[in-house]
């Protein structure tokens, strides 16, 4: 996944005007027009980056002249002190931009970081590791190219991208195959129906109904081993609720398609990114230190 510019400037431009309004106090008092700095983006742990384009975005919209070397590329797996990219220009932008820079990069990068340790730890079993559609709507485009990143894959990214029947529309509609039967003769004909399960005779519905997609929700692992056993192929299928790093191999393990994990997204750390003027401060080269040392 590529990230397109036009798409995610508004994103960036948002986030300035939330930060600075009507200018920074602070830093465009303390400096002169045309004053300068030089600063460096250094990881402090070792993980997946993502978001650099949204770093380097941050700096030349507060200064379009500013020059920024950009030493890594999103994806790269980097470890402490590892130098991501510096960056020149009028001073006061590095107290303007720093937050929102370091944000951004430590936010993505945390996604990425968890997406590609769950798809490493799926890899011999020949299965998908995705997102669930969780996420924050104003930055869910970010959020999902961190997720491809990683190198996982986006499960949705919204309601516009399939017909998702869960639980809720089973209920108002009287059951998979009434909500089905409403649906089929509206919907656009590009799209597949996926519908949420919970039991074995919500599965064997669901194929009755010439479903695509069937999600096993919140199934024990044998059932869910019988699920997939039943489906027998005829339908992509999707495991979801409460993965976790202690379940994830004995699901894939069940000869499930895919695996979706919100917690890709909205739960853990984000990887810790610092920013200093000019050479590391003391501080940062403790942290580096105890970091290299504890791997």
């Not at 027009?33 to 993502?50: F, L, N, R, S």
């Not at 029947?165 to 089905?180: L, P, Q, S």
């Not at 699920?227 to 299928?237: D, E, F, K």
């Amino acid at each position: 996944m590529k990230l397109i510019d036009s798409i995610f400037r508004p994103i960036v431009e948002w986030g300035i005007r939330e930060e600075l309004l009507h200018g920074d106090h602070t830093g465009q008092n303390l400096w002169e027009p045309g004053e300068t700095a030089t600063a460096q983006v250094y990881a402090k742990q070792h993980g997946i980056i993502a978001g650099l384009p949204v770093a380097t975005m941050t700096w030349k919209l507060l200064d379009p002249a500013c020059e920024v070397e950009v030493l890594a590329g999103d994806g790269d797996e980097v470890g402490p002190g590892d130098v991501l990219m510096r960056v020149t220009g009028e001073a006061w932008i590095f107290g303007a931009g720093e937050r929102l820079a370091l944000d951004y990069l430590q936010h993505l990068s945390g996604i990425a970081t968890r997406a590609h340790h769950y798809v490493k730890m799926v890899e011999p079993y020949d299965c998908v590791i995705t997102d669930a559609r969780k996420g924050i709507p104003v930055i869910r485009y970010l959020q999902k190219y961190a997720v491809a990143v990683g190198g996982a894959r986006s499960h949705m990214y919204s309601l516009h991208n399939a017909i998702l029947i869960k639980d809720n529309h089973i209920k108002m509609a009287g059951g998979i195959t009434a909500a089905v039967a409403r649906l089929r003769p509206r919907m656009q004909h590009t799209l597949k129906i996926e519908v949420e399960c919970e039991t074995l005779d919500d599965v064997q519905e669901a194929l009755d109904c010439g479903c695509e997609c069937i999600m096993f929700d919140n199934m024990d692992l044998d059932v869910l081993r019988q699920a997939v056993a039943l489906v027998g192929g005829r339908a992509y299928t999707v495991a979801t609720g409460g993965v976790n790093e202690s379940t994830v191999i004995e699901i894939a393990k069940t000869g499930v398609g895919h695996i979706a994990i919100g917690g890709i997204v909205h739960s853990g750390n984000v990887l810790d990114i610092s920013i200093d003027i000019g050479g590391l401060k003391d501080s940062a080269k403790r942290d580096i230190s105890r970091a290299k040392g504890a791997s």
